[in-house]
């Protein structure tokens, strides 16, 4: 139980409810489905997404991930297009927020390619290989995509972490 002090359920559930901020009714993408991951999806589910799809090259961590709020689910392999591609074809354009919980460096680009252009908020909180380069077309930026990185959330563990546990005891 004491997990919710740890690194992977306070970094996904502050990286989504302190850095990405969806607003209610919102989209919102989470690349990785393991304990950070479904983290996420909690926090967007806390937020009031309206859709909260899940990305990830495991199929059966999908089934689990509904308990967190997932309302769809991607598996990159089953598509011949970019996973950006097909969530900008689902979503008329691109989620609302998007938060990467893998390390993996193509996820990282693939998390920030995939929000809207005007609004798209992305969220890194992976950590990568040490010689991973990021690499993105500029006009990315230029189209008013933002790009976000995070350490534990945001969360500042003296003063942050007993609402985490107060929001776990209320379930």
């Not at 009714?25 to 309206?50: D, H, K, W």
């Not at 354009?93 to 609004?119: K, L, P």
């Not at 006009?139 to 500042?156: A, D, I, Q, S, W």
Request: one cysteine or more; aromatic letters at 8%; hydrophobic letters at 40%.
């Amino acid at each position: 139980k004491v997990c919710v002090l740890s690194c992977g359920i306070s970094t996904g559930l502050g990286a989504t409810i302190n850095v990405a901020k969806p607003p209610k009714g919102s989209t919102v993408a989470i690349f990785g489905l393991g304990a950070v991951g479904l983290a996420a999806a909690e926090g967007a589910r806390i937020s009031g997404a309206s859709r909260i799809i899940g990305i990830d090259l495991n199929p059966n961590r999908f089934e689990e991930a509904k308990k967190f709020g997932c309302t769809e689910f991607i598996n990159p392999k089953d598509h011949d297009k970019p996973v950006q591609q097909v969530l900008s074809d689902m979503t008329n354009g691109g989620v609302d927020r998007s938060v990467e919980c893998t390390g993996n460096i193509h996820a990282m680009i693939q998390a920030f390619e995939c929000v809207h252009d005007g609004w798209g908020v992305a969220v890194l909180v992976g950590v990568p290989h040490k010689d991973a380069e990021f690499k993105t077309h500029p006009m990315n930026f230029l189209n008013e995509r933002t790009l976000k990185g995070t350490f534990f959330g945001n969360y500042k563990p003296r003063t942050d972490l007993p609402n985490v546990v107060e929001m776990y005891m209320k379930k």
